[in-house]
C-alpha cells in the first residue's frame, strides 16, 4: 500500500489563491452541560449544585462560611448595579475556596494570592471552578546570576 506525500496545498483556512478567507467566524454558544448561560442564570441554585462537578458540589452543599456570606452580598450588590446599567467595583476576597457561579460571570473580583490581589475578569469558561484556581499563589522562578558572595569564587571577583 503506497503512502500519499503531503502536497501542502489547500491548508485548513485559506482559500484556493493562498489568502486568508475574510468570513467572519461564527460564535459558539457557550454551554456548561448542556444549559446556555441565560438558563443557568435563571437555574436555582440546588439545581446548579446537581451539575457541578463532585469536589464543588460537596463544597456548596456543607454551606457557606460568614466571610463567603460577605462576597456573595457584594456579588449581590455589584449585580444590581451592573443591572442598572452602572459600572461596579472591583470585588476584592481573600475567598479562594469559593465556588463560581452564574450570577458572577461579568463581574471583576480582585483575589488574594497572599502577597497580592490578582485581577480576575470573570467569563463562561470559569462556571463551575474555584476562585483560587484563577490567581496561583506560586509564580514561575527565573533564576538570574548569583550575586556577590554568593558562591567561593566570587571572592576574588573585583568589585568595581
Known sequence: ?????????????????????TAPRRRVEFKYKGFTLPELQEM???????????RQRRTMSRGITPN???LV???KKARRL??????????RTHCRDFVITPEMI???????????FKE?????????RFLGEMAPTRGIVQ????????????????IK
Open 106 to 116: 461579568g463581574l471583576t473580583i480582585s483575589i488574594y494570592t497572599g502577597k497580592q
Open 73 to 75: 452580598m457584594k456579588i
Open 44 to 54: 436555582p441554585i440546588k439545581k446548579f449544585i446537581e451539575i457541578v462537578p463532585a
Open 120 to 128: 480576575i475578569k470573570l467569563v463562561e469558561e470559569t462556571l463551575g
Open 82 to 91: 451592573v443591572n442598572r446599567g452602572k459600572e461596579p467595583r472591583v470585588i
Open 1 to 21: 500500500m503506497a503512502r500519499q506525500k503531503f502536497s501542502g496545498k489547500g491548508g485548513k483556512g485559506k482559500s484556493k489563491k493562498g489568502q486568508q478567507s
Open 143 to 158: 533564576h538570574g546570576s548569583p550575586g556577590m558572595g554568593a558562591t567561593r569564587g566570587s571572592m576574588f571577583v573585583p
Open 68 to 70: 463567603q456570606r460577605k
